[in-house]
């Protein structure tokens, strides 16, 4: 048990956190937080928290944590969706803490796979006796043994990025406890700390991996625990989704074969007696055929149907077929280990990639054709001569419920973004989180809306699937820019949407010297710190930009939102869940598509204001939000306090240069 009081100590006017940093703003909220977080810690009950931007949500859950497991000795996972707050927490924020708790706890990170080196795949590398290996091997060997994690973090050639994925840890080649590099390995290392540690840095992702580890009763490479605060987790429904979804490409399938043709061609050359190659290529032979059969079939049994939504029934005829490809392989799998040779450690670490890709594979086709009845979508992709069949659960709630829940004591959920209308029923329902064990929080954001920003409504805008929104919308564009401040973000929610709007404020752009960033041209990173230098630049962003994105102070002075972000109705999964609803009675747009979109709105519009010091003007191009019912909706997602201002272009222009004379222009700084 954690006595409150101690939080209280840590946060109140006068606490530790002052003590330690005196120009700290005491925030109510913060602490409210904190004292929710550490009732959940010692009631053994779950809990839902919002925290608006600007609550100091980390600090609050680090604090009773640390305390908690300090006082229980028992170890704490913390779970983020960003390698950015992974990071930001280890190397950071935990630290800080322990300083200030006067602490001595073992903290430990642990990221995902492909960011550590992999001993094995180095060797291999060196075995490729090509110019670039002669080149650089012999430094990146030096770096091998003198780095600390041997991660991605601390890897110096960043002007080689295309070695990383050579040497990187992949879950198709490794040997686990069987590789001889085991003791070196920095990913083996990782994990070994994880066992050590009071306090556990991961992902949602190697959550969900550990997770499902413990299901198939194998041993978890997290340690047993009873607690877990997930940050960002607005993203763990989505990250459970895809993890337990499955994905079968007919050009891996190819590859893959290929790949073992070119195995058994490679072994033949070097020990060209040793096995019956004439056999194991007629195996393979037949495994070609009988996939391309099935492939055939697949696009038979498609193209007469419609909607490309599929029924498990359309399968009878295939049932058997990933067992019959998978017996095949294995038949080769099975004669490659068994010939009486010792096969180059480059051959065997192939052997053993194809071979597990190969199953992944075929676990994927099984779980396609043989579907559960219900609780699933699958369906078809095809891009280009690809051809992907894809399946995803609908849910997750049912998962966790049964293979979760039952074995935590305390789980904090928390993010900015993640009631609706100031309610966690939404979000508690998709997670399956029951009402007797979950307790709820909305922290709204404690900035000075009504002095720092100001949203302005274009009345004169037509819908956007007006065919003359765009045209329109720029023209808006053109006549407000002046009092958007320097540097101003656009979010559109699509690339056609996006690409006709540069296109038509191009020109425009152009002349009055203002550097346009648009998304897809660089990445993100890059886009974001050349608009940090631009003295004055707009950037045009989708899905990517409208979270996860923080610009403070003159570095961000508007955001426009073009359209409401409802989801696509047309992807699959989407259709596939609103489907669901219907059939069980519910209304898919008040309980699918408005909530979502609410969600991504206020991500949209939270980019906009980050700290106390920030000004700044939201232009919503959008007339539903005035125009239909459930526009109501989305405004009452802005904060109370918001002046809101609806007019035609040169009432909103006079309005945005008042805002800005009234609040100080914060970027006169910068410009000088
Ligand atoms: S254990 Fe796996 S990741 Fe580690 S060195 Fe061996 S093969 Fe590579």
């Given at each position: ?22 120009q700290f703003e005491i925030r109510d909220s913060q602490l409210t937080l904190a004292s929710k977080i550490t009732r959940a810690l010692n009631d053994k009950r779950f809990l839902i928290a919002e925290a608006g931007t600007g609550i100091g949500k980390t600090l609050s859950y680090l604090v009773p944590v640390m305390l908690w497991a300090g006082k229980e000795k028992k170890p704490v996972i913390i779970a983020t969706y960003t390698k950015n707050l992974q990071m930001q927490l280890a ?277 396609f054709i043989n579907l559960p009845e219900r609780g699933f979508v699958s369906w078809l992709e095809e891009r280009g001569r690809n051809l992907s069949l894809r399946s995803l659960p609908l849910s997750v709630d049912d998962f966790l419920q049964k293979s979760f829940y039952p074995r935590m004591d305390s789980i904090v959920f928390t993010s900015a973004t993640l009631s609706i209308n100031d309610k966690g029923l939404y979000y508690a329902r998709n997670m399956g989180l029951s009402p ?237």
């Open positions: 048990m954690i006595n409150n009081k101690e939080v209280e100590d840590f946060f109140a006017p006068g606490g530790l956190l002052q003590n330690n940093f005196p190397e950071k924020d935990i630290p800080q803490v322990q300083k200030i708790l006067g602490t001595d706890l073992n903290s430990t990170v642990l990221m995902g796979r492909g960011n550590y080196l992999c001993q094995t795949r180095l060797r291999l590398l060196s075995q490729k006796k090509d110019s670039f290996s002669a080149r650089l091997l012999p430094e990146i060997y030096l770096w091998a043994e003198e780095t600390l994690n041997g991660t991605y973090e601390e890897w110096p050639f960043s002007e080689y990025p295309e070695i990383w994925p050579l040497i990187a840890a992949d879950a198709d080649g490794c040997h686990g406890q069987f590789c001889r590099y085991q003791e070196k390995c920095y990913l083996q290392k990782a994990r070994r700390r994880c066992q050590q540690a009071d306090i556990i840095v991961v992902n949602h992702h190697i959550f969900f991996s550990d997770l499902q580890l413990r299901c198939n009763e194998e041993q978890g490479f997290l340690p047993d625990y009873k607690v877990i605060i997930f940050d960002e987790a607005h993203h763990l429904e989505q990250t459970g989704i895809d993890f337990l979804g499955t994905d079968f490409s007919r050009r891996e399938f190819v590859e893959t074969v290929g790949e073992m043709r070119e195995l058994l061609q490679k072994l033949q050359k070097e020990k060209k007696d040793a096995l019956n190659f004439v056999q194991l290529f007629s195996i393979l032979q037949g495994l070609e055929e009988e996939a391309q059969a099935l492939f055939f079939e697949v696009n038979r049994i498609i193209s007469s149907q419609e909607p490309r939504f599929i029924e498990p029934s359309w399968w009878q005829n295939l049932q058997n077929c990933p067992v019959r490809l998978c017996e095949k392989m294995d038949e080769v799998d099975h004669n490659i280990k068994t010939g009486e040779v010792e096969f180059s450690e480059e051959l065997q670490v192939a052997r053993g990639e194809i071979c597990n890709r190969w199953k992944k594979n075929i676990q994927s086709l099984d779980y007797d064990r979950t307790d709820t929080l909305i922290l709204g954001s404690p900035f000075d809306y009504d002095q720092q920003a100001t949203l302005l409504i274009p009345r004169e805008i037509p819908a956007p699937s007006d065919k003359d929104f765009v045209d329109c919308s720029g023209e808006y564009f053109k006549k407000i820019y002046p009092a958007l401040g320097p540097r101003s973000l656009l979010l559109f929610t699509s690339y056609e949407m996006l690409n006709s709007f540069h296109s038509w404020i191009e020109k425009f752009c152009d002349r009055e010297g203002i550097e346009v960033f648009v998304q897809g041209n660089n990445a993100v990173s890059r886009i974001i710190s050349e608009f940090k230098n631009s003295s004055r630049g707009i950037i045009l962003g989708t899905a990517s930009f409208w979270e996860g994105i923080d610009l403070p102070g003159a570095d961000l002075t508007s955001v426009l939102l073009f359209r409401l972000p409802f989801p696509v109705p047309s992807d699959p999964w989407i259709n596939g869940k609103a489907l669901e609803l219907q059939q069980k009675g519910h209304n898919p747009f008040f309980d699918l598509m408005l909530p979502r979109a609410l969600i991504r709105f206020k991500q949209g519009w939270g980019r906009l204001i980050r700290s106390f010091s920030d000004r700044g003007i939201l232009i919503i191009f959008d007339r539903r939000l005035l125009t239909k019912s459930y526009g109501k909706n989305f405004l009452n997602t802005l904060p109370d306090r918001l002046p809101v201002r609806e007019g035609e272009a040169e009432e909103l222009l006079q309005a945005g240069i008042k805002f800005w004379d009234r609040a100080g222009e914060i970027w006169t700084e910068v410009e000088k």
